[in-house]
Nanobody
Framework: VQLQASGGGLAQAGGSLRLSCAAS????????MGWFRQAPEKEREFVAR????????YYADSVKGRFTISRDNAKNTVYLQMNSLKPEDTAVYYC???????????????WGKGTQVTVSS
């Protein structure tokens, strides 16, 4: 299983970025795809998740209303649209996959390499 995250970069507060996570190596129809983030000297935290089949979503309170997770079945890709960015959103963002609807890093089975998101004030 391979998860390849991309799309990070530098944005100003109030701006937007879109992250992508390309999945390969198996059929993901029964999986839950998630985004997590880790800021310097902080623990990795849950951001959002989506069920590949059906598309139901769940968000952390800190990003609800600002971030949107979605998937493109044809491209085997999951996206995280991040709007109204805040400096506290600065972190390395990771995509992950699991067969369960987990909200903790321990619940995720597969991880991609992270992509840096930096939001300036």
């Amino acid at each position: 299983v391979q998860l390849q995250a991309s799309g990070g970069g530098l944005a100003q507060a109030g701006g937007s970025l879109r992250l992508s996570c390309a999945a390969s190596g198996r059929t993901f129809s029964s999986y839950v795809m998630g985004w997590f983030r880790q800021a310097p000297e902080k623990e990795r935290e849950f951001v959002a998740r989506i069920r590949w089949s059906g598309g139901s979503t769940y968000y952390a309170d800190s990003v609800k209303g600002r971030f949107t997770i979605s998937r493109d079945n044809a491209k085997n890709t999951v996206y995280l649209q991040m709007n109204s960015l805040k400096p506290e959103d600065t972190a390395v963002y990771y995509c992950a996959a699991s067969t369960v609807a987990a909200r903790t890093p321990e619940g995720m089975a597969y991880w991609g390499k992270g992509t840096q998101v930096t939001v300036s004030s």
